[in-house]
T-cell receptor
């Protein structure tokens, strides 16, 4: 049973514009959320995270928003750059510290 | 500091065979987790080892097993391989100071024919 869902398998965006990636979760016990980025032939790398006590976290061009009541989070990338083309995974964890991952969204940034 | 390393990077096996994958975590990391990545399924958690003990386990059949050695290196074994076991197997390590952030290796691409 997929507890973390990324319903958009792909996203194409113009360079310089905003990329918005969405993620929904079903387990109300999740209290920590992360985004990972993955290039082909490499393992995922940590991008940004947010605790359930916050509703927004920013790190440079990356901002994650959390809406606990809707069990929804999103990742905003502004401005999008060609190097941002990758697969992005949303992950969530509860007090067992196990990470549950979504299926991923492939982002393509067009020049 | 060297990252997480996994060997081999690519492997082709036949149905019914068994396979062992290896993972060396970042120096000083004592937690090692294994994930299976298949198209459309994301990363599915297999198990986590900490100080040679399995601490968490995902919903995989008993054909999937693992172990961790005293130097924190970990191995994952899959017995009686099935076609559906074809996937990218990722290993991740975590430090004592991070409850959630994991550092991933490049993965082992297993193809079962």
């Amino acid at each position: 049973d997929q507890q973390v869902k990324q319903n958009s398998p792909s996203l194409s965006v113009q360079e310089g514009r905003i990329s918005i990636l969405n993620c929904d979760y079903t387990n109300s016990m999740f209290d920590y959320f992360l985004w990972y980025k993955k290039y082909p032939a490499e393992g995922p790398t940590f991008l940004i995270s947010i605790s359930s006590i916050k509703d927004k976290n920013e790190d440079g061009r990356f901002t994650v928003f959390l809406n606990k009541s809707a069990k929804h989070l999103s990742l905003h990338i502004v401005p999008s750059q060609p190097g941002d083309s990758a697969v992005y995974f949303c992950a969530a964890s509860g007090n067992d510290y196990k990470l549950s991952f979504g299926a991923g969204t492939t982002v393509t940034v067009r020049a | 500091k060297a990252g997480v390393t996994q060997t081999p990077r690519y492997l082709i096996k036949t149905r019914g065979q068994q396979v062992t994958l290896s993972c060396s975590p970042i120096s000083g990391h004592r937690s090692v987790s294994w994930y299976q990545q298949t198209p459309g399924q994301g990363l599915q958690f297999l198990f986590e080892y900490f100080s040679e003990t399995q601490r968490n386990k995902g919903n995989f059949p008993g054909r999937f097993s693992g172990r961790q050695f005293s130097n924190s290196r970990s191995e994952m074994n899959v017995s009686t391989l099935e076609l559906g076991d074809s996937a990218l197997y990722l290993c991740a390590s975590k430090s004592l100071f991070s409850a959630y952030e994991q550092y991933f290796g490049p993965g082992t691409r297993l193809t079962v024919t």
